[in-house]
């Protein structure tokens, strides 16, 4: 097993690689496993464009010196703070350098179990090595919690599919295809598959799909009305960007509601309206009753036996919901043991877990310190405070940091 490291990083997108290159600024000993950016680049279609300003957009790195903006401006692409939204290719075309620059040693590697033995864990691999570490950081987004309704369950996985499995569409050509949802990802994957020629038509509950507005310069009075924030307008949604400590603070019930406040959605972007509205078939105000299998396609039941539509396949863009059960590498005696805040882990303010030394960041926090945890714009708060934590509680010792500009230096800790 060789010897234990300081800290370890399972998941390798936005908090992953901010938290990595805090701690290699720092000289804290690390290994992180992942695939960089592999959920956006094979979770997310093409041509998808971010809700999120691209200002608030950035990966987090002490000296907050690599920005999107810097990116595309050294790469010669198209960038505005808020009216050009970003493309998904770009971020992560983005997301890659910055990996490249700050966190070059990402080991692509897949972690199959976790294993605490009281004053470590000890992370397991597909093929059979373990790595035991003091710390142990979980930062794999999104992509794990994807839900759908359960009157699915009985449908052959061949036929019904998450939204979260598309990142082409090839297996979808020549089908008729369901969309059920009224948010981004629905509204995103109904236009991306009509423009490229599959049948497909959406079927919401909501009696109308609600778009983001488009960007454009806000007077004084409506800042101050309602400030600008990376997450939101809106007193409410700034304080919840710029301070997840004091959200920490807030009852488990309170922060709960914040995480899954309605001003986040269900909603379209911004820019998808004219892509949707008129050019894909609408089904709205319908409430999905059941799923049944006819011959080879799939019969959506909406509220009566007269009210119904067959499809060659469904995707169900109903979005996520943390959930400890869904982490295929804690073992079930683990599951049962952890305390939750909803079905999230709850975590002490140092995002540590009831099990000692295991902490999660990114959206598995956010039923702890609040929506910024599902935005990228939520990267530095976690990155920062762990970095200084393990700092501080970690034995000392000499080791070599290796900083972008290729210089080698001895750090203390």
């Known amino acids: 097993m060789g010897r234990i490291v300081d800290v370890a990083i399972i998941g390798a997108g936005p908090y992953g690689l901010s938290l990595g290159a805090h701690l290699r600024s720092r000289g804290i000993d690390f290994r992180i496993f992942g695939d960089a950016m592999a959920s956006w680049r094979d979770n997310m279609p093409e041509g998808m464009l971010l809700k999120s ?14 920005s999107v903006k810097r990116f595309c401006t050294d790469n010669m692409l198209p960038y505005h703070d808020s009216f050009h939204p970003l493309a998904v290719e770009t971020f992560i075309s983005y997301g890659k ?30 093929d059979g090595e373990t790595v035991r570490a003091s710390r142990v950081v979980v930062a794999v987004g999104m992509t794990p919690f ?3 309704p359960t009157i699915a369950d009985s449908i052959p996985s061949e036929f019904v599919s998450h939204s979260s499995a598309y990142g082409a569409f090839d297996s979808l050509a020549g089908k008729e295809v369901a969309i059920v949802g009224s948010g981004s990802s629905a509204t995103d994957l109904a236009a991306f598959l009509h423009e490229q020629g599959v049948s497909v038509s959406l079927v919401a509950r909501q009696p109308e799909l609600i778009f983001a507005g488009t960007p454009r310069p806000r007077s004084l009075l409506q800042r101050a009305i309602g400030p600008t924030s990376g997450i939101g307008n809106g007193w409410t949604m700034g304080v919840c960007a710029t301070a997840p400590w004091a959200i920490h603070m807030l009852p488990s019930k309170v922060r709960i509601q914040l995480a899954n406040a309605q001003a986040l959605g269900p909603l379209g972007g911004a820019f998808m309206r004219d892509r949707v509205i008129g050019q894909v ?3 709205l105000g319908s409430n999905l009753t059941e799923l049944k299998m006819r011959g080879d396609r799939v019969e959506l039941s ?18 996520y919901r943390t959930n400890v059960d869904r982490l295929p590498f804690l073992t079930p005696e683990d599951r049962k043991v952890i305390r939750r805040t909803g079905d999230a882990p709850a ?14 960041v990114g959206p598995a926090a956010a039923n702890s310190f609040g929506p910024v945890s599902r935005f990228v714009y939520g990267t530095p708060h976690p990155a920062r405070h762990l970095t200084n934590y393990f700092a501080s509680v970690l034995p000392h010792r000499q080791v070599t940091v290796n900083h972008p500009q290729g210089i080698e230096v001895a750090a203390v800790r």
């Not at 975590?347 to 999660?360: D, K, M, N, T």
Request: no cysteine; aromatic share 12%; charged share 20%.
């Open 302 to 319: 909406l509220g009566s036996a007269r009210n119904s539509l067959r499809f060659d396949h469904v995707i169900f863009a109903t979005g």
């Open 97 to 126: 350098a910055f990996q490249n620059r700050y966190v070059p040693d990402v080991e692509n590697r897949r972690v199959t179990t976790l294993t605490p033995t009281g004053s470590a864990i000890d992370v397991g691999f597909e």
């Open 53 to 66: 300003y691209p200002w608030a957009s950035n990966l987090a790195e002490p000296k907050s010196e690599f």
């Open 281 to 283: 078939p609408l089904h």
């Open 146 to 148: 994807g839900v759908q």
């Open 347 to 360: 975590l002490s303010r140092h995002y540590e877990s009831s099990i000692p030394g295991l902490h999660f």
